[in-house]
């Protein structure tokens, strides 16, 4: 195999690695059979993910499935938070997270885990002024309770709810067009 050249441009250099070359077919491959990192009791758990994933657990034609009964929670909070927020140990709230896809539900659980500790709520919110645009003004045009209502992947809510002792997780959107 020659000496990487810095000069190289991306195609030569692709070109040049082992997988253009013929010994990459007589290599042999592997693919992993177990996972290494379930512990012996979640395997049926993992196995039951692995085959919804795939799509081989569709209870129907119309591709739905029900969770098993022990999958379900009747109150996540305090599945996931209850001890910590019971004896207020605080700093154990860090070492759990509730994972949603939607903005909304992440901030009604939020909003409920913030009843749970003590102290005084401080509400951050956006600034919400329009500028003036020709005789008619943007106020007129978008209603500000509209603005503030606006929900994207790629904005902050509008409002921030912060208490003492709550955890924040600063996330930020590398680029939102591809979800990262």
């Known amino acids: 195999m020659p000496e990487p050249d810095m000069s190289f441009n991306d195609i030569t250099m692709t070109m040049t690695s082992i997988q253009h070359k013929n010994i990459a077919e007589t290599i042999p491959s592997f693919k992993l059979t177990q996972n290494q990192r379930v512990n012996p009791e979640e395997v049926e758990f993992v196995e039951t993910l692995r085959k919804l994933g795939?799509?081989?657990?569709?209870?129907?034609d119309e591709g739905h499935f029900e969770f098993p009964p022990e999958c379900l929670s009747d109150n996540v909070i305090n599945d996931v938070y209850g001890t910590a927020l019971a004896t207020k140990?605080?700093?154990?709230?860090h070492e759990r997270v509730i994972l949603t896809p939607l903005n909304k539900d992440a901030n009604d659980i939020c909003d409920e885990v913030l009843m749970y500790i003590e102290g005084q709520e401080k509400v951050y919110t956006s600034v919400d002024v329009l500028s003036q645009d020709n005789n008619l003004t943007n106020t007129e045009r978008y209603p500000i309770e509209v603005l503030n209502a606006i929900d994207l992947n790629s904005m902050p809510s509008h409002e921030l709810k912060l208490k003492v002792n709550?955890?924040?997780m600063l996330i930020r959107n590398l680029l939102c067009v591809k979800k990262l």
């Open 89 to 93: 140990n605080y700093d154990a709230l």
């Open 54 to 60: 795939d799509g081989q657990m569709q209870d129907g």
């Open 166 to 168: 709550a955890i924040i």
